[in-house]
């Protein structure tokens, strides 16, 4: 009988709730929007990274990869307006930026009626990575404790009896690297090919630190391909990563010319552009000073500067 009793109890629950949740309203029903904004706005090809949409002043700005061949009289772009709102011309409508200074005006239309007029702009983009570089310099910031003056700044051919005789970092400084242009990732990364030539000398440099204790250092320094490999740059992230014929991969940032602030005192300038890289060692207190430390336990950060060929 408890039972039973019981099982009647738990079927008047849920008939409760079925009945509770039966009566529950939509908290927007009856709400009518006012919203008439652009949410999204892309490319099938050729986006440079995700558009820029200012809502204060009604703009949509596009970076699109502009070479030869590159047609924006016929475009269709993927538009997502504010929800339940409408937009003119429709999300998938062939449109011709080239017609007026590669800008179009759409209008966007909420549910209440109320409406607002967009102008999408598309910006020509140069990839800028692409062309020939010579490398003139490998410069490390390394060090354990650099707040108790630990830190240095130094050039890695600054140090010759720590490497290698012969194919030692000053092996790289002769190189050419060439950047060529292959496409778009859907994510609007653009990418390539690179090719690091060994220059005259016919070598690459094998970063062998020959000191006490003998120890392989490229992981660390061995940043960009020996011969051939790929390149892909992300605008978002602002990076650059290289892909070797292993398939690993090294990423880092491209800088122009500049001074950065390392702290301590310390600072590093560029002249020209550098590939950089954050590099992760680890600290030894037992070898706070030396070039052991510099170079192999605790590297913080590496500039391979270059040089754009004209």
């Avoid at 596009?62 to 307006?81: F, K, M, S």
């Avoid at 062309?131 to 140090?159: A, H």
Wanted: proline fraction near 5%; aromatic fraction near 12%; charge should be negative.
């Amino acid at each position: 009988m408890r039972s039973f009793r019981r099982i009647l109890s738990y079927v008047f629950i849920l008939v409760g709730v079925l009945a509770f949740s039966g009566c529950t309203e939509d908290p927007f029903d009856g709400i009518i929007s006012n919203e008439r904004a652009i949410m999204s706005f892309s490319l099938d090809q050729g986006q440079m990274g995700p558009a820029v949409i200012d809502r204060e002043l009604s703009t949509v700005t596009v970076n699109v990869l502009v070479d030869e061949g590159t047609d924006l009289t016929h475009l269709a772009p993927n538009i997502l307006p504010s929800y339940k709102a409408t937009i003119t011309p429709a999300s998938g409508t062939p449109v011709n930026f080239a017609a007026n200074n590669n800008k179009v005006t759409y209008t966007v239309t909420s549910e209440s009626g109320q409406t607002r007029v967009w102008t999408v702009e598309l910006v020509p983009f140069t990839e800028t990575l692409l062309g020939t570089y010579d490398i003139t310099g490998l410069v490390l910031y390394g060090g354990t404790g650099p707040e108790y003056g630990g830190g240095g700044v130094l050039n890695l051919t600054d140090k010759p009896w720590v490497w290698p005789e012969e194919g030692g970092p000053a092996a790289e400084l002769d190189n050419v690297l060439t950047f060529s242009f292959t496409g778009v990732t859907e994510d609007g990364n653009t990418y390539g090919t690179i090719t690091n030539d060994a220059g005259e000398d016919g070598q690459y440099a094998n970063f062998l630190y020959v000191g006490n204790p003998q120890t392989d250092v490229n992981p660390f320094y061995r940043k960009i391909p020996k011969g051939e490999g790929t390149w892909e740059r992300n605008y978002v992230n602002k990076t650059v990563t290289f892909t070797f014929a292993d398939g690993s991969t090294a990423t880092g940032s491209f800088a122009g010319p500049g001074t950065e602030d390392l702290g301590n005192n310390l600072s590093k300038t560029v002249a020209d552009n550098a590939f950089i890289f954050t590099l992760n060692g680890t600290d030894d207190w037992d070898n706070i000073y030396s070039d052991y430390d510099k170079f192999v336990k605790k590297p913080r950060k590496f500039w391979i500067e270059v040089k754009k060929r004209d």
